[in-house]
């Protein structure tokens, strides 16, 4: 016969998918002697078949139910619905994941007429009272969907009538009338009775949590957290136990270890004669729980919590949050999970730990969410300081910034220059905003996703940004910003919090971040366990500086374009993309062919003794020209050209879809001294670190290959180049060439790519907006959707799509090494510091990840859970 | 021992590979018994180890050459540099294809100050000295790469000097001293002797025939018609003839048949007493081949020409073109190959042979080139006259039409609803031009590729279209259009030749299309033959009912966007967009309702019996939105709203890559409202034609899915709107729901997208945009040079590329069907229409393709070419 429900002593920690999370940790507290008020816990399985047939109980579920009751009763010598010394109940839902979606919790079960007059001859008469209408209140509002403040008013009424203004100076009497005027609520909302039978409660409830399972709230809260919809939920019934019995009764709430700081011993609060709600409710102020050694009447139950609380603790190998009730001062555990921690706390935690021999190094790095360390290498708000939230954004890149409201880039920049905090607020950013990003504290827009260029370039340089911020109306030309009514200018200091989106009035204080300490002593076991690479994607020498100070093992991609797009150099690529000739078009390459120079040269240093893979040019030859007239007219003075010569150029590059337009290697192709010009400042870079003593490994990357072809065409003029190059300084440096895999077509003929590629680099940006046939730019309008609707199970330009992307990485890794089986393999687009994706990496066999400088520290401790994982299964598997 | 060198009799026609064409056909011939001159052929193996071993003979290829240059000797009774009876060499390349970028022949080989005695003294002192001086003169050109003026300059002087107006006029003396003449030129121009060695001449141009292989002519006629690059040239070495010793001696070209109407009987023509160069070159007219027979001098071989040429025919079991010369009335053969015919005549010859009993049913299928049904299909230039070409633009879409000249598509609609021609001539068109494109004859943009919006609208509506012709330079503000310095307005008629891309000035006449006759036949015997189902993609009850003409066995794909663009449709459309609440919108849908009904009223009218697929709405809702102020101005009179909450959508629907927007299925989750309206539209006709008897199939298809839960959502949609609409009438239709797999992601995950699809039909346009990362709107930038300097083997928007969207779509075939094995697969991109992609889709095993009505001839004989191929394979295989 199938078993629906079980005793607590009849279950363990190890049954959370049949038992939920609370259920199993109540079995497991129960078997280990802890003092839990007894009960049982009807499987997640049951409400399954529930569910699917058409709101059925299990067969003989509820006779199992009725059985388990009966050893409760016996056990503490009470009685379901019985007149004298009745029993209560309390009925909480609890899945495998915590899921605040759901039902939580009805307390009080068994209480009616007849019985609440037993527990007032066992307890204390206004105790009973109030018992009785809690129950009636929580039960209509939760179970029967009643509208909670019908309840508040009848309250409100009654606390009139009797002249008082607190719920608790109201007498038994009043709160006796007040439950007979809640069932008179109940009867005119739901046209029914309220249940007066204590069995009937107690179905009820149980298929109410059942149902629970599946409301909207629920439905969206599991769709967001990748919460299958198939687990179902426990319900636990459990006998209840009362906080609020008098002044040797109490409540609370503890951790086993301080969940923001990691400091070991109890951290939490407690109240006198109250019920759990209270203490969630804020209607009083709980007092820190060391307070209860003061008292003597709850002292005894703190010793015994000091107690169990480092036993659990032991027990589960883990900090614990928990729960806890004394009843006339005897302690009674109702819960107890691992304790959700702060990024710091949960590494102070770990290495606490394993000092203490309870854990080992490598458990201590799956104790860290890699996505937390993101908090500790940024400013953060201060979390003591209650800000004035103007509105919630994307949280595009970590970190708090603060600073005057600036909307264009150069007064951005100018401002920047002068020492002053600015925030740069725009409707989106374009890479002529690039110069004003780097003067800018921080960075807001109101249109664009997490891979908008705002976002991209931000984390780049590892500055904060709130993208996608739709709230925000921005008027340039009356130089406002207008928020929910409210509007600001560029006299008003702003606060962006990229870490959560906040967007905030005024300053707010930060505090500074700290590398050192536990976080480097934790990394650098990560190095240890790791076996995937970790590369930096930086585009200055002095990224690449940050980078290797992050721990970077090189650099997997340098985006030369961005080099273009300082100062002059604007000027040096505008004059060679309005050249009408090639020989003109080579007189300002070679103007920037020195600028080029010297950067990888700096770069070089900055990584002496690892790879530096640079690509050569990508963006469409469009995005550095000006776009409005008044520059479109500054550039002709300064250039010496007409108006309409330079009109009609951007007008002539103009296109349809850049995304898809003349870009990447297609530029290369169509105009190769640009290739030619690159590979000789990379070549001649090299060639002076060498004799400088540097240590280099130049990897030149060719993008937006879809063909072999295109490939062997760029990879000749970059021989060429360096052969020459190379004969006429006397020196050789070694080298290679390889190419992004950022097109489905790449992937799919990468074994004849690798006949010319030494690498692979997968550019999986591109992968996935060409996989999904979707702009980044442009999915705002319905991605978000998408993600809350569970449509796609995550944003696919965070979390690398293993289905369709990933499957195009695992056919080119398998077709690449076919060909050449010492083909090395990368990712380098946004994915590579977002620790799902790491995994994926990790497990498909590439050799390294590359990020920016300020996920480097994530990709590493990813990296190193995903090996630690791995070996686990091998051993396991 | 390798064997380089082959006599005329040692080879046969299927030795192509080795011989060559003309090698294979030469031994052929002589093995028939044909009178050809003796002479041997040099393999393309040897070709390709000179070429790949740095300009080495192979070993033993010279010793091969002299052993069976000896037999030639012995057979004639001549001697190669032999002071009497000197044997004279013809040196002909010959590759396995015709190649016209590769060097063609040198004559008279042999001759030199000494053997031309001998040769005066056994023919003619006169016709000596003009053999030797045009084989200096001829070999100097080709082989030695001096400059033909230089020559031409030297006989123009001798003229002048001998007081004679023709070379024929020039003494044996005269022509003695141009000779040595010449011999100086090369001097100076090379700086070396002219090679007197007979051998020295041979051995040199037989290495030069090998080194024309890779020219860059012949290396770009090469990428441009897919012919590998390994294949080498033959070179083919033959005793010389001459069909210019006195009046008993002839040169000229013959068909077997007539190669422009497919007539049966001998068509070609002579000159008496000429060389082959002098028929090619027009110095003199040739007169009609008939005319040999009044000629008793060369009468007997004529005879004898028309037994040949039957007995070829014949023997080739084809069609045969000939090259002949009579010399002292003897008849030599000198070349036989297939004949190239025009498309009808290949239709009359193959039924023809058919009816002769010379071939089957299948063989005629295969001899007639899908494409070339394209021509027979529209109206023709008239082939006798001679336009006066402005320009030459990309063949879009096929057919001839002529019209004044209009650049804005209202002008387009009013002159053509007046009953004028007008070619609607625009930078690019939008769907905004749609009803100007319904109005004009024929559309000439100047710019855009072959599947640009004008490219396949046209195709769509079996109009002329010229595409991409950038020469033109349009000014819409002059109302001019200026190409080479010629300006053209609107008073001006202009004619566009679609099958060619050519740009004519003024009328020009053409020749109206003949669906009938053997055409029709031949359709009919390829639907027997084929297995792979041929369907169109017709918007319009007007196109379905062209497209049934053409045979199309259904509908493939009805662009229900198309409809919108119409009349009072755009209207509603744009109310539709502008709608701020769900209930405006609505409003604006129940308009579209009732018109989008009646549209699929009529065209599953015009398909009874046959399946019509309808794609749900497709492109991003911008796309029907005015963009330019006046137009905006106007709408917003119209419809009263504000101009600024016109222009503030518009705004706010700007996409920065629109292909991968907001479109295709993604529209309708955003607003299942629209999708709820269009399945509506489509149920309610389908009811109403079922209850008038009308046979029908709707197949309701969802465009641009990336994953299944997109298809599961709008299924749900069309499956609850078809339940209430079958339970209003009281009437069911069968119907199916599925999918277009048109992202590489939907083709990598088919095996669940298949749980919710009961068809996918492949839209390889936008499958190709994505696999390769390149948008057709843009890729005229760089993709004409990608094709023709051979880094794309074909254009992939024309033909499928097989190894990157074929591989997407044998992916999703097999992941589909593993899943749904009754799963039904076709293509309804614009691949569907192209014989090589036709072929691959059958290859594939999908159940049909479907392409413009006017493709639908040349799909149902590809598809049958195909058929008819695979079964031969798996016979032989």
Not at 830 to 849: A, K, R, T
Request: hydrophobic share 40%.
């Amino acid at each position: 016969m199938a078993k629906w429900v079980y005793a607590f002593n009849e279950g363990s920690a190890s049954q959370r998918d049949l038992l939920g999370g609370k259920g199993a940790n109540l079995a497991e507290m129960t078997n280990i002697g802890m003092p839990v008020p007894p009960g049982f816990t009807i499987t997640t399985e049951a409400c399954n078949v529930f569910l699917n047939s058409g709101r059925e109980l299990p067969e003989r579920m509820w006779d199992q139910v009725l059985d388990l009751l009966k050893s409760v009763e016996d056990g503490i010598g009470r009685t379901f619905g019985g007149d004298e010394k009745p029993l209560l109940l309390s009925v909480r839902s609890g899945a495998r994941d915590s899921m605040p979606g759901m039902m939580d919790t009805i307390l009080n079960l068994g209480l009616n007429e007849s019985t609440v007059k037993g527990l007032a001859a066992d307890a204390d008469e206004r105790f009973a009272y109030d018992c009785y209408r809690r129950l009636v209140q929580m039960y209509s509002n939760v179970v029967l969907g009643v509208p909670g403040e019908k309840f508040e008013d009848a309250i409100d009424e009654a606390k009139r009538n009797a002249g008082v203004r607190d719920d608790n100076e109201l007498s038994a009497d009043a709160l006796s009338e007040l439950a007979r005027e809640f069932k008179r609520i109940v009867k005119k909302e739901t046209g029914g009775d309220f249940p007066d039978d204590p069995f009937d409660q107690l179905k009820l409830a149980i298929t109410a949590v059942f149902d629970s399972w599946n409301t909207r709230r629920a439905k969206n809260y599991r769709a967001q957290n990748h919460i299958p919809d198939n687990l179902g939920t426990a319900v636990n019934v459990q006998s209840m136990v009362f906080g609020n019995m008098g002044s040797d009764c109490a409540t609370g709430v503890a951790f086993t270890r301080d969940p923001s700081t990691g400091e070991k011993g109890i951290f939490g609060e407690f109240l006198i004669n109250a019920q759990g709600e209270d203490v969630v409710s804020g209607v009083r102020t709980p007092q820190p729980i060391a307070q209860m050694a003061n008292d003597p009447l709850v002292a005894p139950a703190y010793s015994q919590l000091l107690e169990i609380s480092d036993r659990l603790e032991t027990h589960y190998r883990d900090m614990q949050d928990l729960e806890f009730t004394v009843q006339n001062g005897e302690l009674f555990m109702l819960q107890t999970r691992s304790g959700k921690r702060a990024g710091r706390a949960a590494i102070n935690i770990a290495m606490d730990m394993v000092n203490e021999g309870m854990i080992d190094q490598n458990e201590a790095l799956l104790r860290v969410e890699p996505q937390q360390l993101d908090q500790l290498l940024h400013p953060m708000i201060d979390p003591d300081f209650e800000p004035d939230v103007l509105a919630t954004g994307l949280p595009a890149s970590p970190g708090a910034a603060t600073g005057k409201i600036v909307f264009d880039a150069d007064r951005a920049k100018a401002m920047g220059d002068e020492g002053k905090a600015v925030i740069l607020v725009r409707i989106e950013t374009s890479p002529e905003d690039f110069h004003g990003m780097v003067g800018a504290q921080g960075i807001l827009t109101a249109r664009g996703g997490m891979t908008s260029h705002a976002a991209v370039v931000a984390r780049g340089m590892g500055k904060p940004c709130v993208a996608g911020c739709g709230a925000l109306q921005i008027d340039y030309a009356a130089g406002t910003v207008t928020v929910e009514g409210r509007t600001l200018s560029q006299q008003d200091d702003i606060t962006i919090d990229g870490a959560t989106g906040r967007v905030m009035a005024g300053k707010v204080p930060t505090i500074e971040p700290d590398l050192g300490g536990n976080l480097a002593i934790l990394l650098e076991w990560a190095d240890v366990a790791r076996t995937l690479g970790v590369r930096a994607n930086a585009d200055t020498p002095n990224d690449a500086r940050v980078a290797r100070e992050f721990g970077a093992g090189g650099i997997g991609l340098c985006r030369t374009e961005h080099m273009f797009f300082e100062g002059d150099r604007l000027q040096h690529m505008r004059e060679m993309i309005l050249a009408t000739t090639t020989s003109e078009r080579r007189r300002a390459l070679d103007s920037l062919l020195e600028m080029q120079r010297q950067d990888f040269e700096g770069i070089f240093e900055a990584m002496d003794g690892y790879p530096v893979t640079i690509r050569t040019l990508d963006p469409p030859l469009h995005e550095f020209l000006p776009h409005d007239d008044a520059e479109i007219e500054q550039l002709a003075r300064h250039i010496g050209l007409p108006v309409e010569q330079i009109k009609n150029k951007v007008e002539s590059l103009h296109e349809a879809n850049p995304m898809l337009g003349h870009r990447g290697c297609r530029l290369g192709i169509s105009f190769p001294e640009i290739t030619e010009m690159q590979a000789r400042a990379i070549v001649q870079a090299a060639i002076t670190c060498r004799k400088n003593g540097i240590i280099i490994f130049p990897e030149i990357m060719i993008p937006l290959v879809a063909d072999v072809n295109e490939l062997a065409r760029q990879r000749e003029v970059v021989d060429r180049v360096a052969c020459e190059e190379f004969e006429k300084a006397g020196v050789t440096v070694e080298y290679s060439v390889g190419t992004m895999i950022e097109l489905p077509r790449a992937a799919l003929t990468a074994d004849e790519i690798a006949e010319q590629a030494d690498f692979f680099s997968f550019g999986t940006n591109d992968l996935t907006q060409t996989a999904f046939g979707l702009s980044r730019d442009d999915a705002g309008r319905f991605l978000p959707f998408y993600v809350s609707s569970g449509i796609f199970e995550r944003d696919p330009f965070v979390t690398i799509d293993r289905k369709g992307v990933g499957a195009l990485i695992t056919i080119a890794a398998e077709k690449g090494k076919a060909t050449r089986p010492d083909l090395k393999l990368g990712i380098c687009g946004e994915h590579g510091g977002d620790p799902d994706s790491v995994e994926f990496c990790h497990q498909s066999g590439l050799d390294y990840v590359s990020c920016s400088p300020f996920r480097v520290p994530v990709a590493r401790l990813a990296a190193a859970q995903a090996a630690i994982r791995g070996r686990e299964e091998s051993t396991t598997g």
